[in-house]
Structures are given as structure tokens and as C-alpha cells.
């Protein structure tokens, strides 16, 4: 089973929130990135867990928004995601307030 959550945030520095997660990650886990898009790919065992398979997280910039699609092996571990996106990407954009994500969930 693989479950799916995608949000698009608005903001107008989504290159740059994108190009700073990317680089902030990277020091953990497997990252791929240009100006516009970037990759994450979280192991089954990152940061002590153990879930069923890897997890990943992929974003698209456009002006005025930021694409962010993630895919997970189990609902948990997509919550926890979930959840680890925004705090990294909220603590980057801080002089624009708390981003708003409203994440749709499917499952596969």
C-alpha cells in the first residue's frame, strides 16, 4: 500500500523555501534539486523509525505557489510528514506568518 498527500501552498518564494528545505535535508537524506524542483527520499529507519518502506517528498515552484507531493508506506508516517514539512517550510518563511497547507489525502 502506498498513501499520497499533496498541498500547494501559496507564497512567493517558493524557489527559495523549496532550494532551503532541499539544502536542509540533504545533510540526512538523499536529496535532488534544481531552482524549480527538488526530491527527498526518507529511509524506512530515518530518525529512529521503522516503517514499512521509504517515503518521498517531491516539489514543484511556480510563481505564487509551492507543489509538495508526498508519498509514504504507511498513514502514520505520512502524517508524521506531513507534519515535518510544514514545520520546516513555516520556519523558513517566518516574516510571512504560518503557511497555510491543506493537504488531500488518497491512498494507492
Known sequence: MTVHSTTLVSTDNAGRYLQQLCKHWSHSFTVEFTADE??????PDARGANWPGQATLKMRAATGNLDCRLSASAWEQLQELKSAVARHLDR????????????RDSEE
Not at 527538488?38 to 529511509?43: A, E, L, S, W, Y
Not at 523558513?92 to 493537504?103: H, K, M, N, V, Y
Open 38 to 43: 527538488g526530491t527527498v527520499i526518507f529511509p
Open 92 to 103: 523558513f518563511a517566518f516574516r510571512e506568518g504560518p503557511l497555510r497547507f491543506d493537504w
